[in-house]
């Protein structure tokens, strides 16, 4: 079997035609406003979207303040083709992977993943390198997928056998003892039943 990372690809490659409308963007869609609102209010000029997708958070973003400068970081050449069609040169775009990001150190005040980290075979290898490209003080803005309790325990069984390269739908706890190793100021909230949001600063 594939591993995760390039079902992940392909799957996104898949998907990407048709992400920004039909029912495998749904989960990202939701949390687009919630993500924005966090963003009007975190200071930062330099950002790295992580796991950008079609950019369609990143428009938003540029859409609210276009004097930011944002790169988009994603595993999928689809997503991203997408992506520079969206936003042309408002932006800057790259494949890459979230485990080893291609950025010197401290280079950006904000890093914001939006539904991609339940993807991540290693999370703690991506808080390394966030935590790394991060400027003093920078902000590290995750929203996600949340299940409570039987649901989580199940949707993660069944995860196990995905074809889509899904890893695992973390608990609240699980994200604080992540985080902490490398944050501070940690803030965690569900945004509804299926999402979350997680803050934290360096």
């Not at 079997?1 to 409308?21: I, P, V």
């Not at 196990?160 to 501070?184: P, Q």
Request: net charge negative; charged share 25%; with cysteine.
């Amino acid at each position: 079997m594939k591993n995760r990372k390039e079902l992940s690809k392909q799957a996104f490659n898949q998907q990407a035609l048709t992400y920004d409308h039909d029912i495998k963007g749904v989960h990202a869609r939701k949390l687009y406003p919630h993500m924005l609102q966090e963003m009007i209010h975190i200071y930062g000029q330099d950002i790295l979207d992580l796991g950008c997708g079609t950019a369609e958070l990143m428009y938003q973003v540029i859409r609210e303040d276009s004097s930011r400068n944002i790169i988009g970081l994603d595993l999928s050449e689809e997503m991203l083709k997408i992506a520079e069609n969206k936003l042309g040169n408002k932006a800057t775009f790259i494949l890459g992977d979230a485990e080893h990001l291609p950025f010197a150190d401290q280079s950006f005040d904000i890093v914001y993943c939006n539904d991609s980290f339940h993807h991540y075979p290693h999370p703690q290898f991506v808080l390394s390198e966030v935590y790394r490209v991060l400027k003093p003080g920078g902000t590290l803005l995750i929203g996600d997928c949340y299940q409570i309790g039987v649901a989580r325990w199940i949707m993660n069984l069944f995860m196990r056998f995905s074809t889509e390269g899904d890893i695992k739908i973390y608990s609240k706890k699980e994200m604080y003892a992540l985080m902490s190793e490398y944050f501070h100021e940690l803030r965690w909230y569900k945004v509804d039943g299926e999402s979350f949001i997680m803050k934290g600063k360096k």
